[in-house]
C-alpha cells in the first residue's frame, strides 16, 4: 500500500465519524458505538491473521473485559468508565500474559483450537457458576459515569460514542505504532519464515508472547466498551462462535491493513441489523453466505477493493500530471 | 459400587458417542490437512434428516422397526449428498490457502446448515422413540439401562474397527495412506488425488451423519445441538492426535470417562473437565496422544 493509498481518505473518513453525532438518528448511533467497540477485538485477532495464525478464543478477553465490567458494577460498586476502561484492559492483559505462555509454542490449527479451549472453559464457568455471574441470564450493566459525572439523558449516547471514538483513535495509533516497530515486522514476517526470524536473532515466541498480551488488552478493552454500549453481558461473549465471528469480520473488512478491521466491523453491524430486519430467521445463513461469497471472490477482504481503486486512481492522477 | 458402574457405563457411552462424533473428523483432516468445522452441521442434519424419514414411515403406520432402517436411510442421503457436494464446490478452491481461509470458509457452510436446518424443520424439538423402546432395558448392579446406550457401544466399535481395517488392509485404505504422505508422489505414480479427496471427504461427512441418525433417539433433536458437537469433536481429536484414527478412539474414551466423572461426581464441571483435559494433554503433548510431530517450515 503506502504510495497508492489517497491521501485524503482516512482523513475524510475521520471527519465522517466525528461529524456522525450530528446527523445520524439515534439508533444508527448506537450501531457505530458497538461497531467501534468492536473493531478492536477485530483488530486483536487481525494481528495474528497478519502472521497467518487464527484465534478461534478472542472471546476469552472480549468476555474478561465485559464481565470486568459487570463485576465491578455489581459486586465493587465501580461504575466510573475511567476506572473501568483501565481494569478491564489490565485483567485481559493479565489473562493474556499467563495463557500467552502457552500460546506461543503452538502454530496452525493447534493455535486455533487451544485459543479455542481456553475460552470455553471461561465460557463453562461463566454459564455454571451462575450464583457469582448470573449464569445464562447474564449480569445487567449500569451506564458509567466519567470522573463521577453522570451524563445527562439526553446526550449520553453522543457521550458514549465520542468516549469510545476517541478510544477508537488511540488505538488506532498504538497499534501503527506496534505494527511500524521491529516487532510488527517480525510479527508480520511470522506468517512467511519462522526460521529465519530467528536467524535474524529473534525469539519467535516472544514474538508472539508480547502480541499476545496487546491483543488480549485489546479484546478486554473490546469487551468493556460493549457492555457500556450495551449495558447487559452474557456467556455467550466467550462462545466460540463469537470468537469466529471476529475472525470473520477480520477477514470482511481485511486484515492486512488498521482501517480494514474498521470498515469490516462497521459494515458488518449494519449488515446484521437489516438481516435481523428481513430475515430474522436466516441471519447465520446471511452471515455464511456472504463469508463464503468474501473468501472464494474477495480474500483480501473489503479494504482491497478501496485498495485497488486507490491505486487506479493515483496512477490517473500521475498519468496526468505526467501528460 | 453402583456409582462406578454406572460411571463406568455413561462412561462408555459417552465415548461411543464422542467417537462416532470424532472419526469423520479425524479422517478428513488425516487427507486433506482441512479441519472440517461444519462437520457437526453434517452430523446434526443426519439426525434430523434420519429423525424425519423414522417419524414419517411411523406415522403411515409400519411396524417400528422399520425406523432402524430409515435412520440409517436418512444418514447415507445425507452424507452422499453433502460430501460430494461441500468438496467439489467449495473445499476444492481452498486446498493449500491459509489455515484462516480454510476453517472460515467451513465455518461459513457451518453457519448455512445450521440455519438451513432450522428452515425445514422448523424449531420445534423433534424426537423419535422407537428405535430407542423396541431394545427395551436391563439391570445391572440395581441400575436400569437401556439396551440401546449398549448398542451404540457396539456400533462404534464396530464401525472403529471397520475403518481402521480398511485403511490398514485394502487397496484403497493403501492408497489413502499413500496420498496423506506425499500428494505429489501419489499423482506422479498415477492416483486420482482429486478423487481421493472426495470420497475421503465422503467418508468423513457419512460418518458424521451416520453418527447423528444414530444418537437422534436417545436425545430429541434440537436447533443447535449441532453448535456443541462440533466442539467436543475437536477437543477429542485435538486429545487424540488430529487424523489419527487411534487417537481419536483413545481421545473420545478419555472425554468420554471424564464427562461422566465430572456429571457423577461435579455436576457444576461437566464442560469445564472437557476442555480442561484437551488443555492439559495438548500442554504435555502439543501434538496429540497419537499425533505425527510436524517439522517447521524453512
Known amino acids: 500500500m503506502g504510495s497508492n493509498r489517497l491521501p485524503l481518505a482516512p482523513l475524510f473518513g475521520a471527519i465522517l465519524l466525528v461529524a456522525a453525532p450530528l446527523v445520524v438518528p439515534s439508533w444508527i448511533l448506537f450501531i457505530l458505538t458497538l461497531a467501534l467497540a468492536k473493531f478492536m477485538v477485530v483488530l486483536a485477532v487481525a494481528l495474528f491473521l497478519r502472521a497467518g495464525l487464527v484465534s478461534f478464543g478472542h472471546g476469552l478477553f472480549y468476555a474478561v473485559g465485559a464481565y470486568t465490567v459487570g463485576f465491578g458494577v455489581k459486586w465493587a460498586g465501580l461504575r466510573d468508565a475511567l476506572l473501568l476502561v483501565p481494569l478491564g484492559i489490565l485483567c485481559a492483559a493479565v489473562v493474556a500474559a499467563f495463557v500467552g505462555v502457552v500460546m506461543a509454542r503452538y502454530r496452525g490449527v493447534f493455535f486455533a483450537m487451544l485459543n479455542l479451549a481456553f475460552s470455553m472453559i471461561l465460557y463453562a464457568a461463566l454459564l455454571k457458576l451462575y450464583w457469582v455471574t448470573g449464569g445464562t441470564d447474564g449480569i445487567g450493566v449500569r451506564p458509567p459515569t466519567f470522573l463521577g459525572v453522570m451524563p445527562p439523558r439526553a446526550i449520553a449516547r453522543m457521550s458514549y460514542y465520542y468516549f469510545t471514538l476517541m478510544l477508537t483513535g488511540v488505538v488506532i495509533y498504538a497499534v501503527y505504532r506496534f505494527l511500524a516497530s521491529p516487532l510488527g515486522f517480525f510479527l508480520k514476517a511470522l506468517g512467511e519464515n519462522e526460521i529465519r526470524i530467528e536467524y535474524s536473532g529473534e525469539s519467535v515466541r516472544r514474538v508472539i508472547y508480547l502480541t499476545y498480551i496487546l491483543s488480549g488488552a485489546l479484546g478486554g478493552l473490546a469487551g468493556v466498551l460493549v457492555a457500556f454500549t450495551v449495558g447487559h453481558i452474557v456467556p455467550e461473549y466467550a462462545f466460540w462462535i463469537q470468537s469466529g465471528e471476529f475472525v470473520f469480520v477480520a477477514l470482511l473488512g481485511g486484515y492486512g491493513s488498521v482501517p480494514g478491521p474498521l470498515v469490516g466491523t462497521i459494515a458488518f453491524e449494519f449488515i446484521r441489523t437489516y438481516a435481523s430486519k428481513y430475515a430474522p430467521e436466516a441471519w447465520q445463513m446471511t452471515l455464511g453466505i456472504i463469508m463464503l461469497l468474501t473468501i472464494l471472490f474477495r480474500p483480501g477482504g473489503l479494504w482491497t477493493i478501496y485498495e485497488a481503486l486507490a491505486s487506479r486512481l493515483s496512477r490517473g492522477w500521475r498519468g496526468a500530471e505526467s501528460g | ?298
Open chain 2, 1 to 298: 459400587m453402583a456409582l462406578l458402574t454406572i460411571i463406568g457405563l455413561d462412561g462408555a457411552v459417552f465415548a461411543a458417542i464422542l467417537f462416532l462424533i470424532s472419526v469423520g473428523l479425524t479422517l478428513i483432516f488425516g487427507v486433506l490437512r482441512i479441519l472440517n468445522v461444519a462437520h457437526g452441521g453434517i452430523y446434526a442434519f443426519g439426525a434430523y434428516m434420519g429423525t424425519y424419514l423414522a417419524l414419517g414411515l411411523l406415522g403411515l403406520g409400519y411396524s417400528p422397526y422399520w425406523s432402524y432402517l430409515m435412520l440409517l436411510a436418512g444418514a447415507l442421503l445425507v452424507g452422499l449428498t453433502f460430501g460430494p457436494v461441500i468438496e467439489r464446490l467449495f473445499l476444492r478452491r481452498i486446498y493449500g490457502q491459509a489455515e484462516a481461509i480454510q476453517l472460515l470458509l467451513t465455518f461459513s457452510i457451518f453457519l448455512i446448515l445450521d440455519d438451513l436446518m432450522k428452515l425445514i424443520w422448523g424449531t420445534k424439538p423433534m424426537f423419535v422413540s422407537a428405535p430407542y423402546i423396541l431394545l427395551g432395558q436391563f439391570s445391572v448392579a440395581g441400575i436400569t439401562y437401556s439396551w440401546y446406550h449398549i448398542l451404540l457401544i457396539g456400533l462404534s466399535v464396530a464401525f472403529g474397527g471397520s475403518l481402521m481395517w480398511v485403511v490398514r488392509a485394502t487397496r484403497f485404505g493403501k492408497l489413502v495412506v499413500a496420498v496423506i504422505h506425499d500428494r505429489e508422489i501419489s499423482v506422479a505414480v498415477g492416483i486420482n488425488v482429486n478423487r481421493f479427496y472426495t470420497v475421503a471427504f465422503t467418508l468423513g461427512a457419512l460418518c458424521a451423519a451416520v453418527g447423528g441418525a444414530l444418537i437422534a433417539p436417545t436425545i430429541s433433536v434440537v436447533p443447535g445441538f449441532a453448535v456443541d458437537v462440533t466442539v467436543l469433536g475437536f477437543a477429542v481429536i485435538a486429545i487424540g492426535g488430529m487424523g489419527s484414527l487411534e487417537g481419536a478412539a483413545l481421545g473420545a474414551l478419555i472425554v468420554g470417562l471424564a464427562r461422566a466423572l465430572a456429571i457423577h461426581l461435579l455436576p457444576e464441571l461437566e464442560l469445564v473437565a472437557i476442555y480442561l483435559m484437551m488443555v492439559l494433554v495438548l500442554l504435555i503433548r502439543p501434538q496429540g496422544l497419537f499425533g505425527e510431530v510436524e517439522l517447521r517450515r524453512i
